[in-house]
């Protein structure tokens, strides 16, 4: 359950998704930290109580939490178990934490539109907007205390810095220790599994679609620019071997973009008929993590002036580009 890194621990709790457990972490500073809080579930808070008290603190020793992203796994507890610590993030966890109406209904009506412009089904449309509530079920309702970005430091965690990491969330940030080579990654490095760069709508209505394999790939190389010794990941074992483990990630995309530009037809074809040919064991039973994968891969196609969008009778669809 525990990996001791100087006054770094590494906590293991349980979760009822299918990324399996979550890594959180104990930073024993000036203040003490921790780095996201798991989700919102008994079972979580039971493993964590205990993991705390194996290190001498309950709850209410806790004095801040950081959160590396806004989704459930990493940011559940913040309300229930630790309502007294002062809580830090990125500014676009907040409307996702405090659920704000507004926003929430903008984001189900987006993504409702943007994949039915794509062709998907309005049945499973639906299961996705429901899915996605589930999902926010596992979170409470509190907010940030403080917002932090891109070189900030934080107070009671002297050496860490804030280094900005989008796309497999706008929200997420990572913490970079320069004088030690560590970094703490959330999901945005994940040694078995290669992290989803999730769809999500602009959080300024108006605003054009985040791209976010593209934004996820820029990330990928601003720690492949710094001196980074070892991963304290979100999920899995810590990673060591940095520059093999991204370059095999900026490869596996390259190649994914290869084959889904050889099954273009010439007529043009929507991103739903190419995840229903890509994916077509599990695009039912994960149609936001396949179709994002697929959308983002065409946006890498796209961006490279490879392919383009063509839009008919209120439907999107790709082709390469001279067809």
């Not at 008994?42 to 603190?57: D, I, P």
């Not at 790939?217 to 710094?226: G, P, T, V, Y």
């Amino acid at each position: 359950m525990l990996n001791k890194t100087k006054c770094l621990e590494k906590l293991n709790l349980p979760t009822p998704f299918i990324v399996g457990p979550v890594n959180i972490y104990l930073i024993k500073g000036d203040a003490l930290t921790l780095v996201d809080t798991g989700p919102k579930t008994k079972e979580a808070t039971e493993v964590l109580v205990e993991a705390l008290k194996q290190h001498g603190y309950s709850v209410n020793d806790i004095d801040q939490i950081i959160l590396t992203h806004h989704h459930p796994d990493h940011a559940g507890l913040i309300e229930d178990v630790f309502p007294n610590a002062t809580v830090i993030g990125h500014k676009k966890c907040q409307p996702w934490l405090k659920k704000e109406k507004h926003f929430l209904t903008f984001v189900e009506n987006y993504i409702a539109k943007f994949y039915s412009e794509h062709g998907v089904s309005d049945e499973i449309v639906d299961e996705m907007v429901t899915k996605n509530r589930y999902y926010l079920s596992f979170t409470g309702n509190r907010g940030l205390d403080i917002n932090v970005c891109e070189g900030d430091k934080i107070d009671g965690v002297q050496g860490w810095t804030v280094i900005e990491t989008p796309g497999h969330a706008q929200s997420h940030i990572s913490l970079y220790n320069e004088k030690d080579g560590l970094l703490i990654g959330g999901d945005h490095i994940i040694e078995h599994i290669s992290s989803n760069a999730l769809l999500e709508p602009p959080y300024v209505k108006g605003e054009s679609r985040p791209q976010t394999l593209l934004q996820y790939r820029d990330s990928l190389q601003k720690c492949l620019n710094l001196n980074i010794r070892k991963v304290f990941s979100g999920h899995g074992k810590n990673v060591e071997n940095i520059e093999v483990l991204l370059n095999k990630r900026f490869q596996e995309q390259e190649e994914k973009a290869k084959r889904l530009k050889l099954m273009l037809p010439k007529e043009g074809i929507t991103s739903f008929d190419l995840c229903k040919s890509y994916f077509a064991h599990i695009y039912k039973k994960e149609p936001t993590l396949t179709m994002s994968e697929i959308i983002g891969h065409l946006d890498l196609l796209e961006d490279r002036k490879i392919i383009e969008t063509v839009n008919s009778n209120g439907k999107t669809f790709y082709t390469c580009k001279g067809n």
